[in-house]
Structure formats: C-alpha cells, structure tokens
C-alpha cells in the first residue's frame, strides 16, 4: 500500500505562485510498481478532472487550461511530486489531489485547497 500526503494549497490573489507537493509513503515494492504520478483537481459542483501527469520515464502531459502555466516534477529519491502553479487564475480555485498507480496499486491523497482571489 502507498499513502499520500499533499501540501501546499492556501489562498493567494490572481496572478500569484503556489508550488504543491505529494509524498508517498509506505512498502517499496509498492512504491517502485507506480508508472504514472498525476495532479487532479476538482471545484465546487464540478467533476474531478486530470491536471496533469508524469509518467515513470519522465513524459509529462497538460490539461489546456493549465499548459504553459503549471508544471508538473518529481524528486524520486525523496517520493515526492510536484506541481508549480504559476500566473494562477480564479478559476484555478479548486481541491487539488495527487494520485499515483501503476499495476494493482490506485491510491489516491486527501487534496490541499488552493483559493485564487480576484
């Protein structure tokens, strides 16, 4: 099982900078069978939608509306994941959740609020 904690969220005016971060815990094996590390979001009365992804080789991909403004990294030797929002919007505001798989292994963090005002 792997456990994930994510950090970072808070409130910051449009315009602004947040970096988020997601730390894995728990067995290796576990660990070392994840292929892909994402960044979901969801606000209030939406649906949860894809941010952004890395793939264990490194690939990434963009959501549109975040291309050229986030970035998505990864410190493998400390379990961590990133995702740098810069240039941030209103409509940014959301839940963000971290969420790694690969194999039989799905786990999901509990979301760090980011609140973007106008």
């Known amino acids: 099982q792997v456990r994930l904690v994510e950090s970072g969220g808070g409130l910051v005016e449009a315009g602004g900078s947040l970096r988020l971060a997601c730390v894995a815990s728990?067995?290796?094996?576990?660990?070392?069978?994840?292929?892909?590390k994402e960044w979901y979001r969801q606000a209030p009365g939406k649906q949860r939608e894809l941010v952004a992804l890395?793939?264990?080789?490194?690939?990434?991909h963009y959501a549109d509306f975040v291309k050229g403004r986030f970035t998505i990294s990864r410190v493998d030797a400390k379990n961590t994941l990133y995702l740098q929002m810069n240039s941030l919007k209103p409509e940014d505001t959301a839940v963000y959740y971290c969420?790694?798989?690969?194999?039989?292994?799905?786990?999901w963090g509990q979301g760090t609020l980011v609140t973007v005002s106008s």
């Open positions: 969420r790694h798989w690969g194999g039989p292994l799905d786990a």
């Open positions: 728990g067995s290796i094996v576990s660990i070392n069978s994840i292929n892909i």
């Open positions: 890395i793939t264990k080789g490194g690939s990434t």
